[in-house]
Every structure is written in structure tokens, then in C-alpha cells.
């Protein structure tokens, strides 16, 4: 089945070290998107990228790292530098052209103590 | 600058009432996509619908319809007969047609209970 997956479901991790997310898409999308979700809030984009080997600063990167090396995969690095880590984050993909939906991946729920 | 406004943090209805779900955005593009996901407690945002601003007629499909209103900026969804099913946080967004892939900006979201 074509889809996005993102693994672990959960992550716990202590203060002071980097994790790193995955996220793996078989929808032969050109774009993939990083969103992190708090409790009762909107998402908010971290770094997105339209095309493999470039990828773009969102409206929060500070604390998080992205590569993209393969078109189907976009991990993004939760850095010791993020000063609230603790969050929902929600990967997703699309076609790549302003205006289509995106897809998304089931998410990762990461607690950091 | 582009904003969306989900003025509804949270609402809850008895099964089988009509509920509906407001949404209001602001943009000065004149062209634009307007959508709605559902996030159910799993998690993962579910894509229910995408509409552009060339088209004002409002869509149903099954107990689910969008009215979308160019002339007052709002884009609501209604769900008849609700469901314990449909209980999840609902969010409308918005993205230009034309411009960076990246721009599509998201309400705060509006959390449905639907009680037995």
C-alpha cells in the first residue's frame, strides 16, 4: 500500500541528546514537510523540502536538522540546541505544486526528560 | 499574509445531531486552495477536501458538506447525523495556487465530541 511511515510511534529520550526521526514515503512525492503539533495547537512547519539534496528552513528549525538524500525519506534531527522538545510530530509528503493536498505519516510522539 | 481561523477550540454534540464546523481565512492572493483534515486520536491527518476559489458550489459527500463563501472569506464544514466516529479535531487550511510548495497555513483545529 502506498503511504508514509514514521517510526518509532514513541520516543523517549533524556535532555541533552540528539534523536532522530524517520520518515519513509512510497507515493513518489517530489515534496516532503516536517510539522511539529503541541498539545491543543495547530501545526507548525519545521523544514520542508521540495526536491532531493535541498530542503528549506519552516517557521520554527531552530533545534532541528534535515536531510534529504533520498527521495523517499526526509529524517529529521531533534538537536540538544531545542529548547522544548517534547512534542507530536507529523511528517507528510505531496506532489510538490502549491495547492495539492498533503499526505501524512501517522506521526511520532516524542517525550524528552 | 495568510491566516486561518478556527474560532471553535472545542465542541460536543449527542450522536446524530448536525454539527458545523467554522472556518475563516484571510489572504490577498486572489486565487487559492482551500482543504480540511481530521485528525482522530491516532494521530494521522486524514485529507477530507480540497476546494479552490474559482468554485463557490458547495459539495457534499455522504453526511459531510462544505459550504464555501468567497464573499465573506469562510470555508465551513458541516457533518449530519454525526457519529461517535466523527469525534476528532477537525482542521481547515489554506495554500495559495500559485508560489512555494511550502505555503500551506494551517487553523489551530477545532475539537469535535460526539457522545452517544
Known amino acids: 500500500d502506498g503511504g508514509i511511515t514514521q517510526s518509532p510511534k514513541y520516543l523517549f529520550r533524556k535532555e541533552g541528546q540528539n534523536v532522530t526521526l524517520s520518515c519513509e514515503q512510497n507515493l513518489n512525492h517530489d515534496a516532503m514537510y516536517w510539522y511539529r503539533q503541541d498539545p491543543g495547537q495547530g501545526l507548525r512547519l519545521i523544514y520542508y523540502?521540495?526536491?532531493?539534496?535541498?530542503?528549506q528552513k519552516g517557521d520554527i528549525a531552530e533545534g532541528y536538522s534535515v536531510s534529504r538524500e533520498k527521495k523517499e525519506s526526509f529524517p529529521l534531527t531533534v538537536t540538544s540546541a531545542q529548547k522544548n522538545p517534547t512534542a507530536f510530530y507529523l511528517c507528510?509528503?505531496?506532489?510538490?505544486?502549491?495547492?495539492?493536498?498533503?499526505?501524512f505519516g501517522p506521526g511520532t510522539r516524542l517525550t524528552v526528560t | 499574509a495568510q491566516k486561518v481561523t478556527q474560532a471553535q477550540t472545542e465542541i460536543s454534540v449527542v450522536e446524530k445531531e448536525d454539527v458545523t464546523l467554522d472556518c475563516v481565512y484571510e489572504t490577498r492572493d486572489t486565487t487559492y486552495y482551500l482543504f480540511w483534515y481530521k485528525q482522530p486520536p491516532s494521530g494521522e491527518l486524514v485529507f477530507l477536501i480540497r476546494r479552490n476559489s474559482f468554485d463557490e458550489q458547495n459539495e457534499i459527500s455522504g453526511r459531510y458538506s462544505w459550504n464555501f463563501q468567497k464573499s465573506t472569506s469562510s470555508f465551513n464544514f458541516t457533518i449530519t447525523a454525526s457519529q461517535v466516529v466523527d469525534s476528532a479535531v477537525y482542521f481547515c487550511a489554506l495554500s495559495p495556487i500559485s508560489g512555494s510548495a511550502r505555503q500551506l497555513t494551517f487553523g489551530s483545529g477545532t475539537q469535535l465530541t460526539v457522545l452517544p
Open positions: 523540502s521540495q526536491i532531493v539534496n535541498d530542503f
Open positions: 507528510a509528503s505531496s506532489i510538490g505544486q502549491p495547492g495539492y493536498e498533503q499526505y
